[in-house]
């Protein structure tokens, strides 16, 4: 593009040429300009006006940030009502949570009043009214909704949901501690069956297989044929391993707390003295050694010494006796 440039007092006539880039470049920069007189423009007229009261241009002003403000209020009034009903819905788990605490709790074996030092102040809960009643009196009322509770609130209560979770997970975590701690005591009680099959002659008076004379049996015989695998009833230390006139082969495990179990009539022992066993181990074979009759395997539990009836503490897990053993026990 050619610009032809004269003047009065000179002859001659100049030519300016512009190319495509440089009026671009000139568009752009016009373009800028009017933009930044446009932003002055508002910064110091329309704002300045709306603080001064200028008639005219302050309502205008007014009537735009009135909506500005009404949206960013309905904005935030939409995420306050999200972030309220996410909060009951927090609430309502925690307290799902608690009531397991207090199941799983009673299954721990803890009693109430060893989780009150535990326990703080409850989760605060959103009152909630009683159903209607189709007996009750009449009702009625304009509905006002309730109001959304504000920014702070909320961010109060997250914060007491936040350290309720705290306690709740302390707790069950303190649970679960307790819960091993019983899992590990109720291994140490010789509740496993140490031989698979049914039981012959149990614990009580009964005529002596020898003399047949009434004597006390001690134990529970297992009758089973000789090699059988001898099953550890709980997990212990092995305290003896050694050969009795009368218990020919004898194995004792202590469990602790006294109890002690005591397998009898062994043909072998597989286990050391002093070794560390654990619950179904196989730590020996059945035979019939010393003061027996046949292949079989004489069970003995002891508390602090004093022989007491094993079937007490098979429990469900003890093999039904035979109607032959029941009759000689009885006799």
Not at 37 to 43: C, D, L, M, P
Not at 55 to 69: A, C, F, I, N, Q
Not at 87 to 95: D, H, I, S, Y
Not at 129 to 148: E, K, L, Q
Request: charged residues 20%; positive net charge.
């Amino acid at each position: 593009m050619q610009f032809l440039i004269t003047h009065g007092s000179m002859a001659r006539t100049r030519a300016l040429r512009l190319q495509r880039w440089q009026l671009v470049l000139g568009a752009l920069g016009l373009a800028a300009l009017l933009m930044a007189t446009s932003g002055a423009v508002y910064h110091f007229v329309f704002l300045k006006a709306a603080r001064e009261g200028w008639p005219l241009v302050s309502p205008l002003v007014r009537l735009m940030v009135r909506d500005e403000v009404a949206t960013r209020e309905r904005f935030m009034r939409n995420n306050l009502d999200a972030m309220a009903q996410r909060v009951g819905e927090m609430q309502a788990k925690l307290v799902k949570l608690e009531a397991m605490g207090e199941r799983v709790s009673g299954l721990a074996g803890m009693k109430a009043d060893e989780l009150k030092p535990l326990q703080r102040a409850g989760v605060i809960t959103a009152p909630t009214a009683p159903p209607p009643s189709s007996t009750a009196a009449g009702r009625g009322g304009p509905y006002v909704p309730a109001v959304t509770p504000s920014l702070e609130q909320l961010q109060a209560l997250v914060s007491g949901l936040d350290e309720a979770a705290d306690v709740h997970t302390d707790l069950f975590t303190y649970f679960e501690s307790r819960l091993q701690e019983s899992l590990l005591n109720a291994l140490l009680i010789p509740s496993a069956r140490p031989v698979v099959g049914p039981v012959g002659s149990g614990f009580g008076f009964r005529a002596d297989p020898f003399n047949g004379r009434a004597a006390l049996h001690t134990g529970l015989d297992f009758p089973a044929e000789s090699g059988t695998p001898i099953l550890a009833a709980a997990g212990g230390i092995v305290v003896a391993n050694e050969w009795h006139a009368a218990y020919g082969h004898l194995l004792e495990i202590d469990h602790g707390n006294g109890l002690v179990t005591r397998y009898a009539h062994c043909s072998s022992i597989d286990v050391s003295l002093g070794a560390l066993v654990k619950r179904g181990q196989v730590v020996a074979k059945v035979g019939s050694s010393g003061r027996s009759t046949g292949a079989h395997l004489h069970f003995e539990v002891l508390v602090h010494g004093v022989p007491q009836d094993p079937a007490r503490f098979l429990a469900g897990n003890a093999p039904p006796r035979s109607e032959a053993a029941a009759r000689q026990t009885r006799q």
